[in-house]
């Protein structure tokens, strides 16, 4: 059963930051023909809003496993989980943050829920996830 289920979707300022591909395209095939222009502007931006939905990571929590984008981790091994926001995260994400950690962040989503790991055999003493619900990603993988 899934108790916690959250996609990364893009911020809206990708969209349009993206959308630049349409000029730029426009500049370089308008000079050779005003339908190939527009047609590979639309099949350029098409392709950029694809490839940023696509490329979205998913986070879900079940009864067994955390599953974070393609890693997933069964709950037995997951330790302490701590939230953050703001200065906090961006100290998690930046200065605090131990090299040997697993990553999923987007620098558009602020909070992050840090998750540790207890496998003694596993190097990688935590993950640190964006999220833009940690208070319920937490009490998903906490099982409140």
Known sequence: MVK???R???APWLYLATALVIPASLLVFLPISELAGIIVAVV?????????????????VTDAELVAGKA???????GAVAT????SARQERGPGLDA???LLIR????????????DPKDPTPYWLLSTRHPDAL??????D
Do not use: F, Q
């Open 44 to 60: 350029l931006y098409a392709g950029c809003v694809a490839l940023l939905l696509l490329a979205a990571p998913r986070i879900e």
């Open 72 to 78: 997933r981790i069964p709950l037995s091994l997951v």
């Open 100 to 102: 040997r950690a697993w």
């Open 4 to 6: 916690y289920a959250e």
């Open 107 to 118: 620098g558009w989503v602020d909070p992050v829920v840090k998750v540790e790991i207890t």
């Open 8 to 10: 990364l979707w893009p």
């Open 138 to 143: 937490a009490e998903a993988l906490r099982g």
């Open 84 to 87: 953050a926001r703001g200065d």
